[in-house]
């Protein structure tokens, strides 16, 4: 059910006779923003009358009269310089909501295609652990497969995962030279992070010592700019005062991101020097940064010491990132990693140089493209294959494998210039019927504004902000005193499950309520919330949901029998209210699809739960005046509770019948 749809249909149709342009006029309709003017408006007489040259309140009437709406509408109003508003007949929205009873989808007509789309997600860089950044590509990228495959599309989700690149060479090198083959083998997940760390902190050191003057140059130049703007700006006209102003100001954002770098880098070179055991480790290892490249080379290129030390970790590497999967309740159809593509590499530069889009440039070989500075490489002066690469293999195969209509990559704002040129690439691979989407998004930062970090500077672990969530959600939902109520009382058992559900339903309802392309502060307090824009609140008003049909003893086929027999009645504003509201899934669903954010739907669920909450304050159930009214309202509150239930398992977070 979009009712917006249905309503556009019909004034399309009255349109049609009017103008060229009905689609566009019939797509100004709004829900109305005071419910004095009804439940939806259709603004399209205003511009309409301009272009006929006629009074905007006369071509609304004309409208009117050519509108067929009166099975679904009272008789339309022309209010204000022409606005036309709709109120939803009663008895319609009635047929339509108790027809939502009984059926599972809530009501969401399916949207089926031939053809797939393809949702590229998650894929981590293993070897390395998962911290906090790994969680927005997960989340988002599970709860975009869950809707559009409830929509009725062919959804096919692949974990690209980086399993063939650098960090490999960084825990082979570690192995050879930090390891032991018996602590490895008997705690291997541990250990291998561990050499991870270790090895990564030298190159991070070297790096830092190779950059440190040029960075501290870098400040210095940022600083004169930061002068000259601002004698400029002493010196201005008063008309260009403003523009002045705005270069100090980016002057200033960039001398301090500067500082910021000398800063890191600083902490970087600190953190080993001033350490024995960490300096040792430096001189003994003064080329560590190339060693690693070279490690790496010689895996791709099959050297059978470092391939069977790859072949030994990517199991251990990957029951790691399965844990987290499992306790966030994420599948994959596909897990093809980089590897997989490696064999296809030479096949695709071949390819492109024979298509005449790639050509040797300084030994490498480069797609140039024009609107960008740099050419797209996809073979470096040693022969090494590069991320692009991989991904123009994994493109191909895609499109031989699933046919898909779109490609989503749901990856980092931060990559935007790489899927830019590949789709850039494609295009010219003559690949412009496939929808390909950067479904980027932006940086989870600390409290204080800047991207999360642990105090020694690393960043933080998955797991242990799943598990921090889950322990705050306890202390929230199972404090002693709330719980004290409890009918009979909550186990331990019922505490831990209902614990996990809140604890990470909040960190995705959290990250997922932000537009995707906007940073946010991770603040757990906020997520875990009982009151607020929380999926706790969203959780507690389903249990309350369920707690009214309980104590009615009332399933919803009950409910079904009882409407058929009653049948339904508006008594009070928060019921038509609340009604209006269940219809609305599909609505935020498709609306979610169109953007690919799932924060519609967050949305929808909030307003949702608020409504309910309304509706609830004034409308007493098992107390209610008459049977016909009673039945209303438990087909609302079951109504409520499933599109609540099913809006956040498409989201990803689970339900708990009572907290
Ligand atoms: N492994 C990459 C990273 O962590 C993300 C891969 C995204 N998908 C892709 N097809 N490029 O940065």
């Given at each position: 059910m979009h009712l917006p749809n249905l309503l556009q249909d019909r004034f399309r149709n009255a349109l049609a006779s009017v103008t060229d342009r009905a689609d566009q006029y019939a797509a100004m309709i709004r829900p109305t923003a005071d419910p004095k003017h009804g439940d939806y408006q259709c603004n399209c007489a205003m511009p309409l009358s301009k272009e006929l040259g006629r009074n905007p309140r006369e071509v609304a009437s004309e409208l009117i009269e050519k509108l067929q709406i009166d099975d679904v509408c009272n008789p339309p109003q022309v209010a204000g310089p022409g606005f036309i508003n709709l109120t939803i007949k009663d008895d319609y929205l009635s047929r339509v909501t108790s027809g939502l009873l009984g059926d599972e989808r809530c009501g969401v007509s399916s949207q089926e295609g031939e053809q797939s789309i393809v949702i590229d997600f998650s894929s981590p860089n293993v070897a390395k652990p998962m911290h906090v950044g790994h969680i927005r590509s997960t989340v988002i990228g599970d709860a975009l497969a869950r809707c559009l495959r409830f929509l009725g599309h062919r959804v096919v989700t692949d974990n690209?995962?980086?399993?063939?690149?650098?960090q490999f060479g960084i825990i082979i090198y570690g192995y050879k030279h930090f390891g032991d083959a018996k602590i490895v083998d008997a705690n291997p997940v541990q250990e291998l992070s561990k050499l991870y760390r270790i090895v990564n902190q030298l190159i991070e050191y070297r790096k830092s010592k190779k950059s440190i003057d040029a960075l501290e140059r870098s400040v210095m130049d940022a600083e004169s700019a930061v002068q000259l703007a601002k004698d400029a700006l002493v010196n201005a006209e008063t008309s260009k005062q403003k523009s002045a102003k705005k270069t100090v100001s980016s002057a200033e954002r960039r001398c301090s991101g500067a500082i910021a770098a000398v800063e890191a880098a600083r902490l970087k070179i600190d953190a080993v020097e001033n350490d024995q055991v960490w300096s040792e480790r430096a001189s003994l290892h003064p080329r560590i940064d190339e060693a690693v490249l070279e490690e790496t080379a010689k895996l791709h290129q099959g050297d059978p010491e470092n391939l069977s030390l790859w072949e030994r970790f990517l199991p251990h590497c990957k029951d790691e990132i399965n844990r987290v999967y499992e306790r966030l309740d994420v599948t994959f159809d596909?897990?093809?990693?980089e590897s997989f593509y490696h064999s296809q590499l030479s096949g695709v530069v071949q390819k492109l140089r024979s298509e005449g889009l790639a050509q040797d440039s300084d030994g490498a070989v480069c797609v140039f493209l024009s609107g960008f500075d740099a050419p797209m490489i996809v073979?470096?002066?040693?022969g090494a294959f590069l991320y692009a690469t991989t991904d123009l293999a994994t493109l191909q195969y895609r499109l031989e494998q699933f046919d898909p209509a779109e490609i989503l990559y749901v990856v980092d704002t931060r990559q935007s210039e790489h899927f830019e040129k590949l789709f850039a690439v494609a295009d010219q691979f003559g690949l412009e019927h496939v929808k390909l989407v950067h479904v980027n998004f932006g940086t989870v930062l600390g409290e204080d504004g800047k991207p999360m970090k642990t105090r020694s500077g690393s960043l933080i672990g998955l797991e242990s902000l799943l598990d921090g969530a889950v322990e705050r959600a306890k202390k929230v939902v199972c404090d002693p005193e709330r719980l004290r109520t409890f009918d009979p009382p909550m186990e331990h058992a019922e505490q831990e499950m209902i614990a996990e559900a809140v604890g990470i339903g909040a960190i995705k309802f959290a990250d997922l309520s932000?537009?995707?392309t906007s940073d946010y502060r991770f603040n757990l307090e906020k997520m875990v919330a009982?009151?607020?824009?929380?999926s706790a609140y969203v959780q507690y008003s389903y249990a309350r949901t369920q707690k009214i049909l309980e104590n009615a003893k009332k399933a919803e086929s009950d409910i079904v029998k009882l409407i058929a027999k009653e049948g339904w009645v508006f008594s009070h504003p928060a019921e038509r209210n609340l009604a209006l509201m269940l219809m609305k899934l599909e609505e935020s669903l498709v609306g979610l699809h169109k953007d690919y954010a799932p924060n519609q739907l967050v949305d929808y669920l909030l307003e949702t739960a608020k409504t309910y909450s309304k509706f609830n304050e004034n409308c007493h159930v098992l107390r209610a005046e008459t049977p016909q009214i009673q039945a209303t309202r438990l087909a609302l509150v079951c109504l409520t509770g499933r599109v609540l239930q099913l809006g956040l398992h498409l989201l990803g977070i689970g339900v708990v019948p009572r907290m």
């Open positions: 690209h995962l980086g399993d063939w690149g650098t596909h897990t093809l990693g073979q470096k002066q040693d932000h537009h995707r009982l009151d607020g824009n929380t």
